[in-house]
């Protein structure tokens, strides 16, 4: 199996190497990496965010581990050649329409929860979000008004084909968790969200089991905060999808600990954290490598068959933290690496 290892930008690779530390220690056989350069990183060596060569060497492989993009030299450049471009790129080419999201509280961090210990305690939800639609990959520019203002536009859809595809990843999804789905959306205003609706709904009768509720994106926001532990399986369009992972990420302490999974029909995954590549604490050693070494499990466990390997992963990313590893997003002043080496003493154990 060969897994393509994109490291990217700022923290990126620095979440990255301590991923690999955490899979180099498991041995499993037959696993091979292959780094490629992604990002600020690739445009900077080769003029294009996404180089034809990194593009291949994801299509080739079984599975890609992704750090992150972005680099603030980079955000004036035409937009077809900033570091965001790879990501999005990726997850078009390659068809990664199905974006898991968990985030389920290490009851250790509860304290680290910016919400009160016996609400942030029940978390345990996932967002699916769609990753190839929406006001993302729509028509966009600048253009004048009549009266000669500028104008920047990006034109929001879906289609039903894209819809019943993340609805089915959705239900299914809920069906190995507790049943509850919520699709969360903006019917009351946009004609995108109300087909989204009509299309969830219609593909909820071949999940008789499954509860399915609708609720508003400005709503969903708030009761996010007001009582996550209501939530199961989240079911959203690629923009509010973003925000509200974003969201759930600081509800269990960090988003610093959200990993992701970004599948396509068969499985094939892209696993990055949720989060960015932090040019504020890159080079420093502060960062959090634990939602890239939890991604690196999701990854072992849809895409590569390893689900022991993923258990035990997660397990130790528990004992660490349960022994008081902190990085600083949690309150701590261990580094990025101390991070990692609290990992593999917690897998060696
Ligand atoms: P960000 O997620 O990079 O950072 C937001 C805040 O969270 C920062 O204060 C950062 O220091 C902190 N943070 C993020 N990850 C952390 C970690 N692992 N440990 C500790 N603290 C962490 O978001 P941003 O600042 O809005 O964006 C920075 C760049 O990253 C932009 O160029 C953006 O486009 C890009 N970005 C890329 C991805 C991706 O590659 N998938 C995701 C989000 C943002
Ligand atoms: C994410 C990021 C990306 C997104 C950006 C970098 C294109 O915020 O993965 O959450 O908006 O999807
Ligand atoms: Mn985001």
């Not at 450049?77 to 471009?85: D, F, H």
């Not at 345990?124 to 990753?131: G, N, Q, S, T, Y």
């Not at 209501?230 to 923009?239: E, R, S, Y």
Request: with cysteine; glycine share 10%.
């Amino acid at each position: 199996m060969l897994v393509a290892v994109l490291p990217g930008d700022g923290i990126g690779p620095e979440v990255t190497a301590q991923a690999l530390r955490v899979l180099d220690a498991l041995a499993l056989p037959d696993l091979t990496f292959e780094e490629g350069l992604v990002g600020g990183a690739a445009y900077h060596a080769k003029g294009h965010p996404l180089p034809p060569e990194t593009l291949d060497l994801a299509r080739r492989a079984d599975a890609i581990l992704f750090g992150a993009v972005g680099d603030p030299t980079c955000d004036n450049l035409e937009r077809a050649l900033r570091p965001e471009q790879a990501i999005l790129g990726l997850r078009k080419e390659l068809t990664l329409f199905s974006n898991l999201r968990p985030a389920k509280m290490f009851p250790e961090l509860a304290e680290d929860s910016t919400l009160r210990r016996e609400i942030a305690e029940q978390i345990d939800l996932l967002i699916v979000r769609e990753l190839n639609g929406d006001v993302y990959f729509g028509e966009k520019g600048m253009r004048q008004t009549a009266d000669g203002l500028r104008e920047g536009y990006d034109i929001m859809s879906y289609n039903e084909a894209e819809v019943r595809r993340i609805a089915h990843s959705a239900f299914k999804a809920a069906q190995a968790r507790r049943g509850l789905l919520c699709s969360v959306d903006k019917a009351n205003v946009l004609e995108t969200s109300q087909l989204w609706r009509d299309v969830v709904t219609e593909v909820s009768k071949e999940y008789p089991g499954i509860t399915l509720s609708h609720m508003y994106v400005d709503n969903a926001a708030m009761q996010l905060v007001r009582n996550p532990g209501q939530f199961d399986v989240i079911v959203t369009g690629n923009l509010f999808g973003d925000i509200l992972s974003d969201q759930a990420s600081m509800c269990v302490g960090s988003i610093g600990m959200l990993a992701s999974a970004s599948l396509d029909v068969n499985g094939k995954g892209l696993y990055e954290p949720i989060h960015g590549s932090a040019p504020d604490i890159a080079g420093q050693g502060k960062a959090n490598p634990l939602a890239t070494i939890l991604s690196a499990a999701m990854m072992l466990r849809f895409s590569l068959g390893q689900a022991e390997a993923a258990d035990r992963i997660e397990a130790a990313v528990a004992k660490a933290l349960a022994g008081g590893a902190r990085t600083a997003d949690l309150g701590g002043v261990m580094s990025t690496s101390a991070m990692g080496d609290a990992v593999l003493a917690a897998l060696a154990a």
